[in-house]
């Protein structure tokens, strides 16, 4: 067995442990999460873990506190922290660190602050606690450590209770908390994934600083490989509960040596990427951990498994200080670098690629004009309600949201329109304007020349057979008490398209479709695995061909590796049934993979519209740019440092005058931004951006990915 | 709650796999031990209630004067009371009273609460303003207030304790089925059901019921229970089931009057009471275990 | 919050209104004449005429409403017909002495409770959990009108420490008034003792898993730190609205207890109204226990909302 | 059994001893109440402490002339006085009128007051304060009960300050004894208004205090017109609902008296050496009462057919535990005058079926059967009889109606209910309103309707003559056995349970409670 990755950076590692197993006794036997996991961090040295659901890495890092509950069975062959062996009596010892030496961030940084403590005294806690301050130092110490964390009004914030606080700042806080006792190692626990991309680039940002200035160690748990790359210098790559390849993060995402890594990797939808690229998924889903199979553990997904993987895989050091649990790895590790394959033209790569897109009528599928929604907080007696969101309680006048602020947009036959933006910028309300699930304030909507602003229940039936949604959770979107069959049919019935012998017929043609086979008819949503329920669901929403689809944060609830599936799938049915999409998400790769043409949100509106090439390279709306430079992106790792970062957060909320995103410009000219609604400038065709700044100006930012995109 | 591990903090994708799949399968085989136990006790009490007429020693109201308030003996396992009645007999015929006042007073709850929940669930508006502002009117009034207005209008009789009941727990039911409701049509299979033009009826009776049921389920078992003590405290006062009856809360109100001397006329109702009640909470209890989603989460690796 | 008060009490004297409304349709539409009930077996037609003219109960309903509310408002609950006095007097006296009853045991229920229920929380799957917990089945499940037989055949009769039932004023001396108090006290609380602890157990179960309690725990703070600091008062946000549907279920009981053991409570007054078609005290009775009840819930959600800062607080600061 | 009743400047003699309901009740009563030996007191009966007395109900009001129940009949026995009393053995004895007398043709009574008496405010009871009381007993509007008892008076007036006549319309010869009724107690003219609530009498006690639910408070009254028999510090009715609380309050020394005690708990009681317990025959009877003019019981087969299917000694022990005795009418068996030739039935249901045939109800007779609400006796004596007449065919579905509904919705108008009526004190009150067709109780309880019968109960009102007297009111039961208006099950028997602290105590068979002269040892 190899020294695990880090040590040879030098000296002996802070963090040290080999062979963790945790074990949790279920009815139908152990279900072992974590197995035989070997991993070391060197002093100052950040090591990543990745791995998908259900991977165990969560898992890993509430063991180095003991943080697991007393139902779950932790073992290791070596467990040791600064030298002192926290094995015996295990869990003591490792409580005496937590806080103190070891800190811990979490995931979601809303459910980690407690909601009845005051942000300050939650974080002066372990100061009195380990440092043995009185509350009037711990409390000056607070406010150094907020500012350090790069808090605006310290004091303020110290005085907040976290409901008042933006997530990010609630995640900064939690940073601030961790860092008070100086810590050796700091653990983060996915700190970003619940934050919007911005803010997600704002805090590796404060966190790179701190590492450095701090020296400190890191275990960073993350199923985004953008985000572990900029952060790590090694990486730990988990599979269920076993550790499947480790290494220096360069030579892992570069050249991946297991199988797994490579699928991940090819999985991957790049913003730099160009339409048509297809992803290589990992096809099948994670084994039953209670009972593992007795070789490879990948094996029965792995396209480079042959009878050797029948043996089991113990971790193997490659030449380069890797190791990998594959026999074959030094192969793979040779093989091309898992980009994303070209797919084959199909005959007619849809009339998107046909004429510049504009905004006549003319052919649009679905038509846009000036939509806006306005929703009033509370109810008809608003008045008299309290209103939870905040603010002065007592509403005479029941407070307003404008969600969509005026907003025109064209879909035409077989384009796929991608919609993004951040949490609360109105995407997903626009969403369900367009198919009328929300009533529109003002404004004009037509599908397919019908429109359906005022049109009555009976009146919008045919027009709902053209346009169907597909929802982001899988979880939720189809009735637990109907089976597959009765989910997909519904339509069939609803509409008249098909009854009897021959619905069930159609049925099974829609699974076909969405690649599921016939006897997923007979079962229940809670038989079905993410990606599969999010077949069903692309099925039923075909059920009535239809020539429009919303696809809202279709993909998001889902693992990359099954992401990937859903894109190529969501990939096919447009080249073969020519569907136009409408494909909402917040996030930019998914949307550069499919789109045709890009609308980018903030604040209820559309600032840049354009082909999904113009709108991906100079000249950017400000805040696209923004966007573009916060996304962290696999093999990019060094366009981080330069790139623009947006100040604060999104703030939601009433009527804007001047341009929208001024508050948070980087490029903020002055006054103007305050007051003047933004001209749309026009650089090319059908491309539009909604700011001050003078088109060439635009023009001049350099491209956020380089002149080139980084894997083509 | 316990004993299956706390799943790692992962994205929701992560259930719904292999694992969630055969955990669904196994929790419908293996019944928790609450749920069997009192739903022993309680189906042994709905077959003795079924069966009184037939297995029960002797008629509830016959008199046997001779025979009066002497303890349990074999011929009288519980004794009788003041008029030679054989409480036993009395028991089992008063079960029946009991369970159909407890679960038809929470039928008539359901009945009328679950749809105007869902109702203002779904048409939200003013439709909903007015059932809910009604609920609150009704439902700040205490229950026993409730009840002893609404049979100081009229005499008592079974009927009327049970609609009283009923109509007390209606403002709860109608509270839970809206915000069940309400937490379902955030979910997206409503709004698919809606995005392809499903209508009112089918998405209240297809799509928003069946799933609304479960925390209904076990709220009901929970008034169930309620309904029974509020039901056998209205008769206790007199405003129940009328003599003869054997009413359990009317044997105890009359009971009173021999504690002295044949404690056991009390006691054989009120144990009876106790060992019902305790049975339902039980199935309540597991019904919670097998149907809450909230705890099956928890549950779920 | 002080906006929140009066929207929250603005909603109280909307329900205090319907209530008087309801009530006072209810006696409305109850059998008997009022006259004939003043006037006694032996009163003519014409008498009863005479009287109902007298007192204005052929006037419209409106203005019969409007009368006894206006009168209601200024403390004039109108007269007691079986009784032949003024109802305010009547009422404040027992009211005063339901709110002790109420007070003692819902002060005992919300101390022994919580405490119980975040005993069983902390101590989850061991045995005093399972003592608790079966505890909890057997005292939800005796109903009060049983219970408070059994312990008096237990102290009254067989033990002959407590006397058996009625109410002692506190001038009869403090030990007197007490030992009056405490069975009727004690059959009240054993069942919300266990539905409260029962409650509570769960919220306190629920708040141990949240993920801040880990954090807390990973700050490294010790376990009674964890425990009393940040998981107890999330934990008691859903005790607070348990105890406020307590109060309900103990207005019952108290109905009940005060029959039971001749407590001259107001439970026992509205019984008797009713039972004698004393209209204008039944509607005083059940007016002011509704109103009673209504503040009781108004208090809740004013803690509630005090306790949760997510309501004392507005949002903002950044 | 007879004995003659001697009044002080009362001139005539005869019957009207008999006159009284109880008759022979009285030697009874004695037997019942010979002091049982004095055993050692159990508690210490500190002196200065109140004789707690546990009763059943509220008293709905203080004022004396609207009284109804027995609890108030007990307040007016101890706060305020009549004209006449009535001692133990049933003899109608001076009480504020020193002496009275009637004319010839007694028409005419004049009451002659006892000087000196105060008012529990000091002032002292004049012949106005009697005129006044009387007035206010006639006035409809007040709803004194026994007010038809009085109607034949014709004329009050206020001789001099302590003389006061009474001119009646037609010949009474029981004046002076109806005076001793419960209501009729003397109130002061000047402070009508307060009565409900700060009542002031002439009696051994004062009222002090009352909380609805709770208890009376009575203190003594040190200035009693009659020195030595105010003993008692004073006087509290505990107001406790349930009968087996009173009696646990009783054994535990809670209090020192239950009032009217259940028949079931008398052995248990008299176990209790602590305790004495007094059982004695009264007039008060119980009864199914039938609406003889409404269906089914306008009938009177159907009535007979309830009568043969009920059998009364099977009542009395259901109901009574055997403390009482099967009767036919108001004049309890106890009474000289009752006729033992009336035979007491036995269940027969095949007698009453025939008879519920040939009155064309072969298929059975279905009827609400009203009973009171915390009146368990009688509650007990409905449940009885519904389900004893249901062999015979009767379908009676049983409804409790809070006593204090009765009036208002029961009384003269339910097809059947469960009633009964305290003794009156004289036959003609106990028998006259309720039988004689103009008879105020009998439109408020059964509506019969009998030319015989009022024929009868006249002339026996004009009556002095005892030999005449019990043929007359032998008549009047043989003819209410005959026409049966309702089922009149048993007169009861009172029992009293108290600790044998009190001293000089003795049961009034009227069933109110006679505090003067006794004392707590």
């Known amino acids: 067995m190899s020294a695990p990755a880090g040590q040879d950076q030098g000296g002996a590692p802070l963090l040290d442990v080999h062979g963790l197993t945790v074990e949790y006794a279920t009815g139908r036997g152990n279900l072992r999460a974590v197995d035989g996991a070997s991993f070391a961090i060197a002093p100052g040295r950040a090591l990543g873990i990745v791995g998908e659901s259900g991977s165990g890495k969560s898992t890993v890092a509430m063991t180095l506190l003991d943080l697991l509950g007393p139902e779950a069975g932790m073992s290791a062959e070596r467990f040791t922290f600064e030298g002192e062996d926290l094995l015996d009596p295990v869990a003591a010892r490792r409580k005496a660190l937590r806080g103190h030496r070891i800190a811990m961030v979490f995931q979601d940084p809303g459910s980690a602050l407690n909601p009845a403590i005051q942000v300050g005294r939650q974080i002066a806690e372990p100061l009195i606690r380990h440092r043995g301050m009185t509350q009037t130092q711990a409390a000056a110490r607070v406010q150094e450590l907020l500012a350090e964390v790069g808090i605006p009004r310290p004091a303020d914030v110290a005085a907040a209770y976290p409901h008042q606080l933006s997530g990010g700042m609630k995640q900064r806080a939690l940073i601030a908390t961790a860092l008070g006792c100086e810590p050796r190692l700091m653990v983060l626990d996915e700190p970003t994934t619940a934050l919007d991309v911005t803010i997600e680039a704002q805090i590796l940002d404060l966190l790179e600083q701190l590492r450095g200035k701090h020296d400190l160690s890191i275990l960073f748990v993350s199923h985004n490989l953008g985000v572990i790359e900029r952060v790590c210098d090694d990486v730990c790559v988990l599979y269920a509960g076993r550790v499947v390849e480790q290494g220096a993060a360069a030579q892992v995402f570069a050249a991946p040596a297991h199988p797994y890594t490579r699928g991940l990797l090819g999985s991957l939808p790049r913003p730099s990427a160009q339409r048509l690229s297809r992803l290589t998924p990992i096809p099948g889903r994670l084994p039953d951990l209670t009972r593992a199979p007795a070789g490879c553990i990948f094996a029965e997904r792995c396209e480079h498994a042959e009878a050797g993987c029948g043996k089991p895989q113990e971790p193997r050091a490659l030449a380069d200080g890797r190791t990998v649990r594959c026999w074959k790895a030094e192969a793979i590790a040779a093989g091309a670098p898992p980009t994303q394959a070209m797919a084959e033209a199909p005959p007619d790569a849809g009339p998107a690629a046909a004429g510049a897109p504009g905004t006549t009528d003319a052919g649009a599928l679905i038509a846009v004009d000036a939509v806006g929604k306005t929703f009033r907080l509370g109810g008809m007696l608003a008045g008299l309600r309290f209103d939870f969101s905040g603010g002065f309680p007592l509403r005479t006048d029941p407070p307003k949201v404008r969600a969509v602020d005026g907003v025109s947009l064209r879909v035409r036959p077989g384009e796929v329109v991608g919609l993004v933006g951040e949490s609360g910028c109105g995407k997903s309300t626009l969403g369900r304007l367009i198919l009328r699930l929300i009533e529109p304030s003002d404004g004009r909507i037509a599908i397919d020349g019908h429109d359906v602003t005022g049109a009555s229940v009976a009146a919008l039936r045919p027009v709902r057979r053209l346009a169907q949604m597909v929802f982001q959770n899988p979880d939720s979107s189809l009735n637990p008490r109907q089976t597959i069959g009765q989910i997909v049919r519904r339509p069939l019935e609803l509409f008249g398209i098909a009854r009897g012998a021959e619905a069930q017929a159609k049925v099974v043609e829609l699974l076909g479709m969405v690649r599921l086979a016939p006897e997923y008819a007979q079962r229940y949503p809670h038989q079905l695995s993410g990606g599969e329920k999010q077949r069903v669901s692309i099925a039923r929403a075909l059920a009535t061909s239809p020539k429009f689809i919303v696809l809202d944060e279709a993909t998001s609830a889902l693992d990359v590796s099954v992401q990937a599936a859903i894109l190529n799938l969501l990939a096919d049915l447009r080249d073969r049934l020519g569907v136009a999409y409408l494909l909402i998400s917040h996030d930019l790769s998914v949307i550069a993979h499919l789109a045709d043409r890009v609308a980018v949100m903030y604040r209820g509106a559309v600032v840049e519209e354009g082909p999904s090439a113009q709108v991906l390279a100079p000249p950017y709306h400000p805040y696209t740019e923004a966007l573009l430079s916060a996304v962290p992106v696999v093999g990019l790792k060094d366009r981080a440092a330069q790139r623009v970062r947006l100040k604060g957060a999104l703030i939601g909320g009433g009527a804007v005058r001047g341009c929208r995103f001024a508050d948070r410009c980087p490029r903020r000219i002055g006054p103007i931004c305050d007051t003047e609604t933004p001209p749309v400038v026009e650089p090319a065709p059908g491309h539009r951006i909604a700011c001050h700044l003078p088109l060439e100006a635009l023009r001049a930012v350099p491209p956020v990915f380089g002149a080139a995109a980084p894997h083509a | 709650m316990s004993g299956a591990p706390a799943s790692p903090p992962t994205s929701p994708a992560a259930n719904g796999t292999a694992n969630g799949a055969a955990n669904g399968a196994l929790r419908r085989r293996r019944l928790p031990r609450q749920l069997v136990i009192g739903g022993t006790i309680v189906g042994a009490i709905v077959l003795l209630a079924i069966l009184a007429p037939w297995i029960a020693p002797y008629s509830y109201d016959a008199f046997d004067i001779p025979n009066r308030l002497k303890g349990p003996s074999a011929a009288n396992w519980l004794g009788t009371d003041e008029f030679g009645r054989d409480v036993l007999s009395r028991v089992m015929v008063g079960a029946g009273l009991s369970l159909s006042m407890g679960f038809g007073a929470t039928a008539i709850s359901l009945a009328f609460g679950v749809p105007l929940g869902l109702m203002a669930a779904y048409f939200r508006g003013l439709a909903e303003e007015a059932i809910m502002r009604t609920i609150d009117v009704l439902i700040s009034v205490p229950p026993i207030m409730l009840g002893l207005l609404v049979l100081a209008v009229s005499d008592p009789s079974l009927w009327k304790t049970m609609l009283a009941v009923g109509i007390i727990y209606v403002p709860i039911m109608t509270r839970l089925s809206r915000s069940v409701a309400l937490g379902l049509m955030e979910e997206e299979f409503i709004q698919a059901a809606r995005a392809r033009g499903a209508g009112a009826r089918w998405i209240l009776f297809h799509e928003l019921l069946p799933n609304a049921w479960p925390p209904i389920i076990v709220e009901s078992s929970l008034r169930v229970t309620f309904a029974i003590l509020l039901a056998s405290a209205l008769s206790f006062l007199g405003l129940g089931p009328q003599p003869p009856s054997s009413d359990w809360g009317l044997m105890i109100a009359e009971a009173r009057q021999f504690l002295d001397d044949a404690p056991w006329i009390a006691m054989g109702p009120g144990i009876a009471l106790c060992v019902l009640l305790i049975g339902i909470n039980l199935v309540g209890d597991g019904l919670r275990e097998v149907l809450d989603p909230r705890l099956k989460k928890r549950g779920a690796a | ?318 | 059994m007879s004995h003659k009743i001697s009044r002080p400047g009362f001139p005539l003699s005869g019957a009207i001893g008999r006159r009284t309901l109880l008759g022979g009740a009285a030697a009874l009563g004695a037997a019942a109440t010979l002091p049982m030996p004095y055993l050692s007191a159990a508690r210490a009966q500190g002196a200065g402490r109140p004789l707690r007395i546990a009763v059943g109900s509220n008293l709905s009001t203080l004022d004396p002339a609207r009284a109804t129940n027995g609890e108030q009949y007990i307040y007016c026995q101890l706060v305020y006085n009549g004209l006449t009393k009535m001692s133990h053995d049933l003899k109608v004895e001076p009480d504020l009128a020193e002496r009275w007398q009637a004319n010839n043709d007694l028409t005419s009574w004049t009451f002659f007051l006892r000087r000196g008496v105060k008012f529990h405010n000091g002032r002292e009871v004049e012949a106005e304060d009697v005129v006044a009381t009387f007035r206010r007993i006639l006035d409809p509007a007040t709803g004194a009960a026994p007010r038809t008892n009085y109607l034949m008076i014709k004329e009050m007036v206020a001789v001099d300050k302590y003389t006061v006549r009474f001119d009646l319309s037609m010949p009474y010869g029981g004046f002076a004894d109806i005076m001793i009724d419960r209501q009729v107690k003397i109130t002061p003219r000047d402070q009508v208004a307060s009565l409900a609530t700060a009542p002031i009498g002439t009696g051994p006690f004062k009222f002090k205090s009352y909380t609805p639910g709770d208890r009376l408070v009575l203190e003594k009254n040190p200035d009693y017109f009659v020195p030595g028999e105010a003993l008692l510090d004073g006087v509290e009715l505990r107001i406790i609902p349930e009968m087996t609380v009173r009696l646990n309050a009783l054994q535990a020394g809670d209090v020192d008296f239950v009032w009217d005690a259940p028949p079931e708990a008398v052995e248990r009681l008299r176990a209790n050496n602590r305790l004495k317990v007094n059982s004695i025959a009264t007039a008060s009877w119980d009864g199914l009462i039938l609406n003889n003019a409404i269906p089914p019981f306008n009938d009177v087969r159907v009535r007979r057919a309830l009568h043969l299917a009920v059998g009364k000694a099977d009542i009395v022990q259901a109901v009574l535990f055997g403390q009482g005795e099967p009767t036919h009418s108001p004049i309890p068996p106890s009474h000289p005058y009752f006729d033992r030739s009336i035979p007491v039935t036995r269940s027969d249901p095949a007698a009453a079926r025939r008879l519920l045939q040939q009155a064309g109800m072969g298929n059975g007779v279905r009827a609400p059967l009203v009973v009171p609400v915390g009146r368990p006796v009688r509650e007990r004596l409905g449940v009885s009889i519904a389900q004893i007449a249901r062999a015979a065919g009767f379908n009676f579905e049983i409804q409790r109606v809070p006593f204090g509904r009765y009036s208002a919705e029961v009384s003269g108008k339910a097809p059947a209910y469960v009633d009964g009526y305290f003794a009156r004190p004289t036959l003609d009150t106990a028998t006259y309103q309720f039988y004689h067709s103009t008879g105020s109780w009998n439109e408020r309880l059964w509506h019969y309707k009998s030319e015989r019968c009022d024929r009868v109960l006249d002339e026996a009102r004009r009556t002095a003559d005892d030999a005449k007297l019990k043929d007359l009111y032998g008549q009047f039961q043989r003819i209410v056995a005959e026409d049966v208006p309702s089922y009149l099950a048993y007169s009861v028997s009172f029992i009293e349970a108290h600790t044998t602290a009190l001293k000089n105590f003795r049961s009034h068979p009227m069933r109110w409670i006679e505090l003067r002269g006794v004392s707590l040892g």
Request: a neutral charge; hydrophobic letters at 55%; charged letters at 10%.
């Open chain 3, 1 to 318: 919050m002080i906006g929140y008060l009066i929207q929250r009490l603005l909603t109280v004297a909307g329900i205090l209104v319907v209530m008087s409304l309801l009530v006072f349709g209810i006696t409305q539409v109850m059998p008997g004449s009022v006259a004939h009930m003043i006037l006694g077996e032996f009163a003519t037609n014409d008498q009863i005429a005479a009287l109902e003219q007298t007192l204005g109960l052929n006037d419209p309903w409106h203005v019969q409403y409007w009368r006894w509310a206006s009168g209601f408002l200024v403390g004039d609950f109108g007269q007691s017909l079986t009784m032949q006095r003024p109802i305010a007097p009547l009422i404040l006296d027992a009211l005063g002495r339901s709110a002790a009853l109420a007070g003692l045991s819902f002060g005992f229920v919300a101390v022994i409770g919580l405490w119980l229920g975040i005993l069983g929380a902390v101590k989850a799957g061991r045995f005093t959990d399972h003592a608790l917990a079966i505890g909890q089945y057997f005292f939800i499940a005796v109903p009060e009108f049983f219970w408070c037989i059994v312990l008096i055949m237990l102290f009254a009769t067989t033990l002959g420490w407590l006397p058996a039932t009625g109410y002692a004023p506190m001038s009869d001396g403090f030990w007197r008034w007490l030992s009056h108090m405490v069975l009727p006290v004690g059959t009240l609380v054993t069942g919300l003792i266990a539905h409260v602890s029962r409650l509570t157990r769960s919220a306190m179960l629920e708040v141990l898993q949240s993920t801040y309690v880990s954090a807390a725990r990973a700050k490294g703070l010790p376990e009674r730190t964890v425990l009393w600091r940040h998981a107890l008062p999330n934990a008691l946000l859903p005790a607070i609205t348990v105890l406020a549907v307590d109060v309900g279920i103990l207005f019952g009981g108290i109905v009940v207890v005060e029959v039971v053991f001749a407590y001259p409570g107001l439970g026992r007054m509205i019984v008797y109204a009713i039972e004698n078609k004393d209209l204008p005290l039944m509607q005083a009775g059940v007016l002011i226990v509704t109103a009673i009840y209504t503040m009781a819930n108004l208090v809740a959600d004013l803690l509630y909302a005090w306790a949760n800062p997510r309501i004392r607080y507005g949002r903002s600061v950044a």
